[in-house]
């Protein structure tokens, strides 16, 4: 080997150490950061015999796709676990001590107990009062599922204005990287940023991302609706600020197509944003269907008849406010949309508005006509008897709400405890197990992807072991020049 020829080697070994050493700081400045993929300076060889360092970026698609699906996966979940909790909380936590249920069967024993002594005034200003608790309840429940839709519709115009400042910012990271990528430059921090973006647009809505020429990037949601190509597509929403129990939500547009909402307890919802639309377009609506039916129940088996008239029903104990007053005894079978945020009991039996409680064992709520204890016998329990009767015996509901179209009051009651409860519980289970696989699949992606600190630092040791080969070559180098040197003299 000439003078010249070691000459250069050292210099090509100081160079490339420097680059080699310079990628390894940035690792170790970014052990700790979650959004950073390490790099490795990797020395090879130009056709022309130069070695050179170049600078590769660790990558596993495999595990990306797989951290991408988690996140959307556990994100929708637990969006909607975070819904049917609050509807949980509604009725009174683990033991639902407020749910409507709990209240009828109060209702329930209360009448049992005016009707074993009915001529205790007492006794009716109780079943009179336990009636309102199972009014204000229903109110209570029906206003609460009414507000959960309004908050998610909060949440869906959150989630779409955060999404399209996300997208706006993919183009700005998914640009950078073509342009680094044709012109052979690094565009190693550009694609750091825009995975980063990738994930937090993930957890809004599930994404497939395909590489094309040149490293670009294009998005497509779960069902196929492309989301990024090139340019952002226009994700729109137009929020509804009050609900009501008739109110309908408004679509959910991407480029012009509608997003679907999750299904199930264990939801299919990708990312915040379906399971949004499932928990106000269909949770909701089933639970608020069934509350009203549940009111629908009351008023029907506390109706008053004219003993001598068929066909004279009228609201009796319970009454409530329809949007064409007055009220009426509803259809058997069929949803009265909003009963259940209006039902109320009977200011005719109520004492502070100068009612007679006593009327809910005589008869007479809607008039002297509808009076059965027309005697005035203060040991009448016949009609109290028949409203026990008539909480526990079959009658119809509206399959639409999803529990049984056959059923008691009582049973009816209990069951659409039972159905949020289900759907609660399975929301539970499913959101432990995709909380656990995605942490699985992200600590995968970190294994393969994410910096080592013992392997940085074991890997300077070999750097330093490089320079100082270098520096004795260079020595050996400098001392044989200053002996030629002072050989010709």
Avoid: C, H
Avoid at 162 to 167: P, S, V
């Amino acid at each position: 080997m000439s003078l010249s020829s070691a000459v250069n080697t050292a210099q090509a070994i100081f160079r490339n150490t420097g680059e080699q050493s310079s990628v390894i700081s940035k690792n170790i400045a970014n052990a700790d950061n979650a959004d950073y993929v390490r790099r490795s300076a990797v020395v090879g060889s130009t056709i022309y015999g130069a070695q050179i360092v170049t600078t590769e970026r660790a990558q596993n698609d495999a595990l990306l796709r797989q951290t991408l699906d988690s996140t959307a996966g556990s994100s929708g979940q637990e969006t909607l676990l975070d819904g049917l909790e609050q509807l949980q909380s509604l009725l009174g936590g683990n033991d639902y001590e407020l749910s409507p249920s709990t209240y009828i069967a109060e209702l329930r024993d209360s009448l049992q107990a005016f009707a074993s002594k009915p001529g205790e005034l007492s006794l009716a200003e109780t079943a009179i009062n336990t009636a309102q608790d199972v009014a204000r309840s229903l109110n209570t429940a029906s206003e609460g599922v009414q507000s959960l839709r309004a908050q998610a519709d909060q949440e869906i115009e959150t989630s779409v204005a955060r999404l399209n400042d996300l997208l706006a910012e993919f183009k700005i990271a998914n640009d950078s990287v073509t342009s680094a990528t044709a012109v052979n430059g690094d565009p190693n921090d550009a694609l750091d940023q825009r995975e980063t973006l990738t994930k937090q647009i993930s957890e809004i809505i599930g994404v497939t991302a395909v590489t094309r020429t040149n490293n670009d990037m294009v998005l497509y949601t779960a069902d196929g609706t492309t989301l990024f190509e090139t340019s952002p597509r226009t994700v729109s929403f137009d929020r509804i600020i009050a609900y009501g129990s008739t109110t309908e939500g408004n679509p959910l547009y991407i480029d012009g197509i509608a997003v679907d909402s999750g299904e199930g307890g264990n939801t299919t919802a990708q990312g915040s944003l379906a399971a949004s639309l499932q928990l106000r377009d269909e949770i909701a609506p089933v639970f608020q269907s069934q509350l009203d039916e549940v009111a629908r129940g009351l008023v029907t088996v506390f109706s008053e008849v004219d003993p001598s008239a068929s066909g004279s029903e009228m609201p009796g104990l319970f009454t409530w406010e329809p949007s064409t007053p007055p009220a009426y005894t509803p259809a058997a079978g069929t949803v009265e949309p909003g009963i259940a945020s209006t039902i109320k009991v009977n200011e005719a039996l109520l004492t502070s508005a100068g009612g007679d409680p006593m009327l809910l064992r005589d008869g007479g709520i809607n008039g002297s006509s509808y009076v059965w204890n027309t005697t005035g016998g203060s040991g009448y329990s016949e009609l109290l008897d028949g409203y026990v009767t008539g909480m526990e015996a079959d009658m119809a509901f509206d399959p639409a709400a999803q529990l049984d179209d056959q059923a008691s009051l009582m049973t009816y009651s209990t069951d659409s405890v039972g159905w949020l409860e289900e759907l609660r519980s399975n929301a539970t289970t499913a959101s432990e197990n995709k909380a656990a696989l995605l942490q699985r699949a992200t600590q995968a992606y970190q294994n393969e992807t994410g910096v080592s600190l013992d392997e940085e630092l074991s890997l300077l040791l070999d750097i330093e072991q490089s320079y100082k080969a270098s520096t004795k070559l260079l020595s050996a180098v400098d001392e044989m020049l200053s002996a030629l040197i002072e050989m010709a003299g």
